[in-house]
């Protein structure tokens, strides 16, 4: 059903291209898009709606309207009217079961009147609550969209690409074309977008024009997001300028949805665009003059136009479109019955200013244009055209059309006349409320074709204007948009050490820790390297350990102001270690400080805790302003923990300096050459164990790595490192500890020293040194061999009294340990509780101080 | 010395790689699996390059101190921070910039260097004003700080653990362009 | 939010290039009571209109400023450096506790 070829046709009739259309063979012309070749091919019903499953047609073919959502190539909810066509595509109808033409589910339209009305839903399915799963199951499955293929994921890749521009059009026609050359007149970067693929052929001197791409919104900064398929372009305009023109509203009454009731530029645009013939015997509907100028195309296509109703002139009472399957077979008006297979009809024009309105602009109603006009445009956004109701003429007012029939405000959502006025009656007096209440507006156009229909509506049932009810918000998107685009490509940054390959190539486990992938073990064994480093040498890559360097004049007084203990008292060469407090007196984080020189720290923090210390301190830096330099080495150094009572033969095996039990002692800091490789070794043990902190540039991180293993080394992961901390009860800050921990709660006591001059949680201390504690970190041993998961409950005579926050099978101390809070007036030494585990209670004593060489004599020796 | 532990340059020779080793020799995840795209290599070998050896320092203190002799290129990012690039032995170079009143540390090692030679590949990967270089800001949801050298690369430092992180992340944005093999980048190459 | 916040340095950025480190505050003085204490540790005030507050530049230059900003309009009236001020009792700006 083509018709000859049309002055401004797009296809190419000598390029035929084939696809399939809900199962049927199509072939249209390059040109074309999928739902223009479908509609030349004789194919009419393109989707169900949404409630009552009533067949649907074009009827805007512009992109806006839910009524040719299909599914491509699996892809759903796709607007098959603007998808250009493209061979072998496959498009299945949606909402459907069986078939387009047939639908099983469009029983709910027949029956349905009477038993679907608004919020019929929310009051019938409420009882009894058992059944809500079968009823949700049963309601998601009859009404909807297009199914997303739950493992179509990764299928498109998607891109995100940062753009600048000095302005910004969005639109094309012929008021955003002018603009973006006048702005081309002074000065480059300026860029048009419009989300018709016809515009992609647009030249325009001096401006890059970028279609289809559709501006998805507007939001602080000049961030325009553009939707470009498979590219989201983020753009950043200095200059904004609207010119999203205005979209025709659909005509409310009686059966405007049948299949072959159309906008006036979806038939204008199957007639000049696509050379379709959009109907045999055409009635039309106007509410201004543009809706009046179809006539003539029509006509002049070979349509028979039998009448033309101008509705500013006659006032008809009724006014209804009878059909049958679905389909348009005549319009009644008043006592008279037109035969016609085509009904163009629109009620006028209304500013698409949604983007304006997102922007911050106030919108009004117009009461001569009869319209809603954005006002009070924001800072950097201007509008041209007819968004600003320029050029839009006199609207015929829209009286509540009778005859028979269902007649809808929101072809999206299903919501008829009768749908609103319901819950206008219930006390749904605020269209804020009616349209969550009956969801119009809330479908696929995002009120593009229903937001005025509901508001004229809602003024005539209420008998008030327009402008008192003014206009629901508008949010962004402005059009639906994939996720997947939103989203763009999986970008997750990702810490590695300088020794990780290494770590891979050994076959350890990798885990997440923080921001860093770590070994959790390197084998499926993890106490037999806790025992290596118990009986000889082990190895564990800390690199991930924060690393700063304080240095300046003040920066002893720096850390006696940020830290509760003392600093200014240390030799260079020492270490000291140290908790970080907040104002509030809680656990912040903690780590090892060594005085390298008079006036040069070297600070390190947990790993997850490394970027808010370094902000922490430069923040206190700044407010106090201190002459201290904070600088972040924790990349640029790789640290290894040599551990184990073989690790000093090891150590001195690889250097000149002396690393004897009299010339490195514990807590001494010393720079010192390893291999060949300049190295800051600090003597400290985390685990327990004779043990050095190995700090060196980490370009040479494998290399000493390597070195270090030949030594005899064994390579430990996360794992048994827990396990050795446990057994010395050294606490891990954000495991064992939480945001309401303190020191004295914690067992720290005699870290802070109140008698200091100010440092940052002083105050806080002060008061919690004088109170009493309700609960405290305490060490306990299982006695049988169960193991408590973490966060197990703590029971004392048959009531609640604390929570387990580590606990481990050690092998050295023969037993399962843990560390838990216990109510205060529970923490003695040697109390009993019990542990909540797989529902029983298992007993446990606590216990103070290490569960492994409580001197502490392997780790100072 | 103070503060050699920093300097890559002060280890002895053959002991040090680049942390832009594996991830520019093949495509790899971080669990060693390799994942080649395709073209991938080619990609490598002709739009990136690998700048992490190079020296550079870290300065702080009063930036007007420093003269700008002290290397081919000084960053500043504030009056305070900044960065000098060298081809001298960046330990060197941060002793004598301490003679002259200002704190410097050798950062070689801290931060690993890429050389891009795709305008585009930088727009998808941050959204800094490519006109107004040399700056430090957000590049693949990581702070780096870019440059760009007179053949026009984009050179993009960060700190060296995202290396890898962000080598793939640039492979993998170049495999989006959609480039057949051998097709010539933008600029250099 | 992708309001641009013009920093001291590198011009206007992005908002979430930097870190909010909330209104500014004062310490209390020397050995506040319980209340005083908990008023500058836990209470904020809020405002509906301009307020001074920390900013560091986190995903840029690192340098921290403060920052005159409506709250209701994300309009930045002002950036400017921490005046140094050394410690003291009941010196000393604050902000939020970062966690």
Redesign the interface.
Known sequence: MRLEPQQRERIDRSRPVSFTFAGWKVTGFEGDTLGSAAFAAGKRVFSRSFKYHRPRGLLCCSGHCPNCLMTVDGVPNVRVCTEPIREGAVVRGQNVRWSLDLDFMSVTDKIGGPFTPVGFYYRTFIRPRRLWPLYEKFLRGAAGLGKLDEHAGHSRRYDVEHRRARVLVVGGGQAGRAAALAAATTGPGVVLVDEDARHGSLRLEGVEVLAPARALGIWEGGLVPVDAGTLLYRFRAERIIVATGATEQPLVFPGNDLVGVMLPDGARRLVRDYSVKPGNRAVVLASDDAGLEIADDLREAGIAVPRVLDLREVRPRELAAQGRKGRVRRLVVDDESIDCDLLVASAGSQPAYSLLAQAGARVEFDPELGVFVPTDLPRGVEAVGSVTGEGLGEVAPEPDYRGGGKCFVCVCEDVTTKDLKRAIAEGFDSIELAKRYTTTTMGPCQGKLCHLPSIRLYAQENRMYESAIGTTTARPPWAPVELGLLAGRELTPTRLTSIHWRHVEAGATIQWAGPWKRPYAYGDKPDDEVRAVHESLGIIDVSTLGKLVVEGPDAVALLERLYPNRFGDMKPGRIRYGVLTSDGGRIMDDGTIARLAGDIFYVTTTSTGADAVTAWFEWWNAAWGYEAEIVSVTGAIAAVNLAGPRSRDALQRLTEADVSAEGFKYLDAQEIEVAGIPTLALRIGFVGELGYELHFPSAAGEFLWDRLVAEGARPFGLEPQRVLRLEKGHVIDGQDTDSESNLYSSGMSWLPKLDKDDFVGKYALEHFARREETERLVGFTMEDDYLPAEGAQVVIEGRPAGRVTSARRSEAVGAVIGLAWVAADRAESGTRVEIRIDRLLRGARVMHGAFFDAAGERMRG | MRLSFLSPSRCEQGTIASPLRRALDTVSDTEGRKEQASGAELVIQHLVRDLSLRGIVEIRGDLDLVPPSAGEGLVRLSPRRGYAFTDDDPADVAERLRARGVLAYDATGALAGIAIASEQVMRRLTDLDLERLPTAGPFAHVTAIVRRDEAGWFEVYVQQELGHYVAEAIVDALAGLDMPPGLTPEAGA | ????LSC????P?????Y?Y?GEVTK??A???T?RE?TD???FRDNVAGVQRE?W?H???????FLAERDTRT?EVLEATL????????GS????S???
């Open positions: 939010m992708s309001f641009l001291p340095y590198c011009g950025r992005p908002v979430d290039e870190a480190f310490r209390p020397v050995s506040p319980l204490l500058y540790v836990y920390w560091q986190r995903t840029g230059c690192g340098e921290w994300n921490p005046e140094p001020q050394r410690p003291g009792p000393g700006l604050a902000g506790d970062p966690r």
